[in-house]
């Protein structure tokens, strides 16, 4: 073999395992953790002129955006979103115009939101709100965020995500209103049940 056929089968390779990787990890649901949803650099201009609280305690509302994703957690409130955010979980999505996969994440996310009473969907125009798109490190669109009821993101998936996924991420997302009372119980049955 020629050593310009053995660069073409290499590169050939490469760019398939690239591939697999990339198609692996799209519109998969991740947990946003200790990592936090922001891991760009904190935007210039935004969230100045908020009282002391911000620095006091970046998690809470009152903190800007960017330190609050420096901090490792993001909570989005409902005026940085521009809409109220869902008494159970809110589903974000930043968009854009020409996005086709979009429209399909459109259509998953208001499915979802209509099957679950209390969660929101809440879809941004990511070229208008670069404030938003650059603290909370969109890449492209389709970006989904999952939120609790508080605000807080518990998962994120760049690209489009499976209906079966965002129902999961948001039965996690949903998962602290469980009354207390229910926690640790065992079943009826469960005194039959060998141990």
């Not at 109220?84 to 939101?113: K, N, Y």
């Not at 879809?123 to 938003?132: F, G, V």
């Not at 999952?146 to 948001?170: C, H, L, W, Y």
Request: proline share 6%.
């Amino acid at each position: 073999m020629s050593p310009g056929v053995i660069v073409l089968i290499v590169a050939l390779a490469l760019a398939i395992g690239a591939g697999a990787v990339w198609r692996r990890g799209n519109g998969r649901m991740r947990s946003v953790g200790d990592r936090g949803a922001g891991r760009g650099k904190p935007v210039p201009g935004m969230g100045q002129g908020q009282d002391d609280r911000s620095a006091a305690d970046p998690t809470s509302p009152a903190g800007s955006l960017p330190d609050r994703a420096a901090a490792g957690t993001v909570v989005l409130t409902s005026d940085e979103l521009g809409s109220a955010l869902g008494e159970r979980a809110t589903l974000v999505q930043f968009s854009s115009a020409f996005c086709s996969p979009c429209r399909a994440t459109r259509r998953i996310l208001t499915d979802v939101a209509a099957m679950t009473e209390g969660v929101a969907h809440i879809e941004i125009d990511a070229e208008s709100r670069l404030d938003l798109v650059r603290s909370l490190n969109v890449l492209r669109t389709p970006t989904v965020f999952i939120t609790d009821a508080a605000g807080r993101v518990v998962k994120r998936a760049s690209g489009q995500p499976r209906k079966a996924d965002v129902i999961a991420a948001v039965g996690e997302a949903v998962a602290d209103k469980i009354p207390t009372y229910l926690i640790g119980k065992e079943d009826s049955d469960s005194s039959t049940r060998p141990a």
